[in-house]
């Protein structure tokens, strides 16, 4: 915990967060989506109006750190009253003791001396730096929820392509099985067979085409479009590029494998420990509750105010100089005994804080779980890229021998068929881990607290 605290005033001291090496550029179209979901994100604009409610906040505690001054004017009648009847004096209604018909006056008071309404200060400013961070921190979860559904998108629209290539693959085999039989140099079976594929990669056509739409209009919802809005997406040769954009930190296994080598675990703790905006709401909600203990506090503590006022007292509304009336002092008040109310109001605080404390270790703990699968994630990813790459090599590599044994009647159409579903399966496996490799960039980037 004490770590934490640590990691997190130093994360305070350092400022805004750092991009790091180890993590891949967005593509070209994907910042201008992360914008237009920000500024349409319901969770975001709740939290956004959240902070200018506590920023009015502060602005009305620091009011109170000003003098006030007021202007009251009150006319009054009566009627009735008990009449006195002195001697030597004549009759006297009594009313008229404590009623006068026009009763004008400036009245000014000052806090000088009020360690309550410090307090208070300390509290809405730590409060509105918690908002400052809670809003930071529902735009880092936008961010990665728009970027995966972004690449989420971009693999099933690459993955109708590779489909419908495959598609129009198996269609030409089915036409060249046909006129081959026709001329009696394959059998049946031949025939049927290529129909069965071509049955196959239309059924994978339509499914990848189905995955395109959900994807398509889970981005859409994230961006409050229309579900059926286009969706601009980089080419294949820019998504790998940017894939293989942090290959200064892979090595290359024995088996000729790309071995991601991320910086030390500590170090990316360090990291998200200094930018992560959670941890950061929650320390300065401890501020807040700190201040709110000190306040409650100040109930112990005399106050002192100045005050005066200025006005006048008249039977008929003139402010004649006869009639007006400066009054001025200082007041001390002190709250010898409130039925035992202070106190239980510093238990309430205190309780408050042992609650926030405990959130903390939890917070820092899910932050290094969050950091450990991000970590595991990415290179994970990188290692079955690099597989992929190998395996498309091979499919294609087959392919191409099988076909020419094909070609020349020394191979059936069964091995070529199946030589065929090999490469296109090894295209869409290639497709899916580069896109894996992006989203779990993303997360990686999310897991420190990065942008």
């Known amino acids: 915990m004490k770590r934490l605290l640590r990691l997190l005033s130093l994360g305070l001291l350092l400022g805004a967060s750092h991009g790091y090496s180890q993590t891949a550029p967005m593509p070209q179209p994907l910042p201008g989506y992360i914008e237009t979901a920000l500024a349409h994100n319901p969770d975001v604009n709740a939290s956004r109006a959240r902070w200018k409610n506590i920023d009015a906040q502060v602005k009305e505690a620091s009011s109170y750190l000003y003098p006030r001054l007021d202007f009251t004017s009150k006319f009054s009648q009566y009627s009735g009253g008990r009449v006195l009847d002195i001697p030597s004096v004549g009759k006297f209604n009594t009313a ?15 806090p000088i001396a009020n360690f309550g ?16 961070a809670e809003v930071s921190a529902k735009e880092l979860s936008t961010i990665y929820e728009v970027s995966e559904a972004y690449y989420n998108y971009s693999k099933a629209n690459e993955l109708v392509s590779i489909r419908k290539n495959a598609l129009a693959l198996a269609e030409e085999n089915l036409k060249v099985s046909n006129a081959l039989f026709a001329n009696d140099r394959v059998p049946k079976n031949d025939v049927l067979r290529a129909d069965v594929g071509v049955a196959a990669a239309q059924g994978d056509v339509l499914s990848a085409e189905n995955m395109a739409t959900l994807a398509k209009t889970h981005f859409n919802n994230l961006l409050k479009r229309d579900y059926d809005a286009p969706i601009e997406t980089p080419s294949p040769s820019e998504i790998a590029s940017i894939a293989g954009a942090s290959q200064e930190l892979a090595s290359k296994n024995t088996d000729g494998t790309s071995s991601l080598t991320l910086p030390p675990l500590h170090e990316d703790e360090d990291r998200a420990f200094e930018n992560r905006p959670e941890l950061l709401q929650i320390l300065r909600t401890g501020d807040a509750l700190g201040a709110t203990a000190r306040m409650n506090f100040s109930d112990y503590l005399p106050n002192v105010a100045l005050f005066a006022s200025y006005g006048w007292m008249e039977t008929k509304l003139q402010f004649s100089p006869d009639a007006d009336l400066f009054v001025g002092g200082v007041q001390l008040k002190w709250n010898l ?11 309430e605080t205190e309780a408050q804080i042992e609650e926030l404390r405990f959130r903390a270790e939890s917070a820092f703990n899910s932050v290094r779980l969050e950091i450990e ?18 395996q498309i090599a091979s499919a294609e590599e087959n392919y191409r021998i099988t ?20 490469l296109a399966n090894a295209k869409a496996n290639l497709s899916t881990t580069t896109y894996d490799v992006l989203i779990a960039d993303a997360k990686y980037r999310k897991a420190l607290g990065t942008r």
């Open 337 to 347: 005994f409130s039925g035992f109310g202070t106190n239980a109001k510093m238990q």
């Open 96 to 110: 008229a003791l404590g009623i006068v018909p026009w009763d004008n006056e400036f009245t000014v008071s000052w």
């Open 403 to 422: 076909k020419l044994q094909y070609d020349n009647g020394t191979t059936p159409l069964i091995t070529l068929l199946d030589a065929q579903t090999t």
């Open 373 to 390: 699968n991000a970590r595991l994630e990415k290179v994970n990813a990188t290692e079955r890229l690099g597989i992929a790459k190998k």
């Open 117 to 132: 309404i410090w307090q208070g200060m300390s509290v809405s400013k730590s409060y509105r730096d918690a908002s400052t």
